[in-house]
């Protein structure tokens, strides 16, 4: 049996290649000397600069790059195999970044490379881009298998505390994941509104899993284009009204575009659990978390149901609505919310509504523990489902105190 050390090296970011390439050296020839003979260096890209044209200005091609001078090197010094990790690199004739990964064998040849197409901007041909536009930490895309695969727990009883099996009154399928084409990504959000149309127009109503937050802005255009302007009902760490430009695919902006764009009735909408600044409530009702705390689930479901009344409600939960150590599994947690407990009341206190359309996003797996996150998204959703069923005439309830 051949026995492998390996050892791993995690870099910082900062506005050059110097200090982590430095820093790197130290501690790779670290390991190198407690045995490791496998090193790793992941995220090796330091720089990080909003402004494209100065970002490409910064990085070199291959062939200047101090990184893919150091790194090779060092390689055949210790005689090691070394793996560069995420690398910005500017792609020789191209206008474009690459987020380039080498692997350099113990003689200091490059044996492997391959790009990560996620971790940079895609340029689209309009001059827009794309960046899975979540503001922290990536990896939401996963999310609706998660929730998924944790909604399997709550299939073997009947619900709590409705008493009843949600799927004997509605009839519900799983339609399946809508096709988003990543190298295109100009085209998802029309892609997204395209497939919440085709299902709308059935006449069935739509439980879409996400999935970062921006993905609701195309629903709601295909929801309002059916039922009119909407009361949103949004549990929410954050109001997603950052100033937007019309144009950008970013999840922190979309309900101020779908507010200016009459997709969304302020005098009939509320947003609940917000704990993040914004400039302005945008004639929203807003219930911050701190309000919620003081007053509890049941004043401000009568806020929701005095401020939405009969109109066409569309329900977005959030799961950073909840506090992080109900849901550490998302991109951008914020201390301070509601339990899961607080949030299932809520839900579960819908049922007066004209609900339309519903939503729950921004599950993130890499970041969830024991699936806590994903198994509370999964009860959000089913217990909307719920909702659904207890206004379709479902009865009964759970025995006990409730």
Not at 128 to 149: D, M, V, W
Not at 210 to 222: M, N, R, S
Not at 354 to 365: L, R
Request: include cysteine; charge should be negative.
């Amino acid at each position: 049996m051949t026995r492998l050390t390996a050892g791993l090296v995690q870099l910082t970011s900062g506005p050059d290649f110097g200090p982590n390439l430095t820093a790197a050296a130290e501690q790779v020839r670290a390991a190198a000397s407690m045995g490791a003979s496998f090193v790793l260096t992941p995220e090796n890209t330091p720089i990080l600069e909003p402004d494209h044209a100065r970002l490409r200005a910064l990085v070199p091609g291959e062939g200047e790059h101090p990184a893919l001078a150091t790194f090779p090197e060092l390689a055949r010094e210790l005689g090691i195999w070394l793996l560069l990790g995420s690398t910005a690199v500017a792609v020789e004739g191209e206008d474009r970044l690459a987020n380039r990964s080498y692997l350099f064998a113990p003689d200091g040849r490059t044996v492997a490379r391959y790009d990560k197409i996620h971790m940079f901007d895609v340029d689209v041909p309009d001059g827009q881009t794309y960046r899975e536009s979540a503001t922290f930490r990536p990896g939401a895309r996963l999310g609706p298998r998660a929730i998924r695969a944790a909604s399997a727990s709550l299939a073997e009883l009947a619900a709590f505390p409705f008493g009843f099996d949600p799927f004997d009154t509605l009839s519900v399928i799983d339609w399946g994941d809508c096709f988003l084409d990543p190298h295109h990504p100009g085209s998802i959000p029309g892609a997204i509104a395209d497939h919440a149309r085709h299902v709308l127009a059935t006449g069935a109503k739509l439980l879409t899993l996400g999935g970062d937050h921006f993905v609701t802005w195309p629903l709601l255009k295909a929801h309002a284009e059916r039922h009119g302007p909407l009361a949103l009902v949004q549990f929410d760490a954050h109001a997603d009204v950052w100033e937007d430009d019309g144009g950008r695919f970013d999840h922190g902006t979309m309900m101020l575009r779908a507010l200016r764009e009459g997709l969304v009735d302020p005098a009939r909408s509320v947003q609940v659990g917000v704990r993040t600044h914004g400039a302005s409530d945008y004639g929203v009702d807003v219930l911050t978390a701190p309000w919620l705390r003081r007053n509890g689930p049941e004043a401000a479901l009568d806020v929701i149901r005095r401020r939405v009344r009969d109109a066409p409600a569309y329900v977005s939960f959030d799961i950073d609505c909840l506090d992080p150590a109900f849901a550490p599994g998302t991109g951008t947690p914020v201390a301070g919310g509601p339990s899961s407990a607080e949030a299932l009341a809520l839900v579960r206190g819908l049922v007066d509504l004209n609900i339309k359309g519903m939503d729950v996003m921004e599950v993130s797996p890499p970041y969830d523990h024991a699936e806590v996150t994903a198994l509370a998204a999964a009860t959000v959703a089913h217990d909307l489902l719920c909702v659904l069923a207890r206004q379709s005439g479902a009865e009964g309830r759970s025995p006990g105190r409730l």
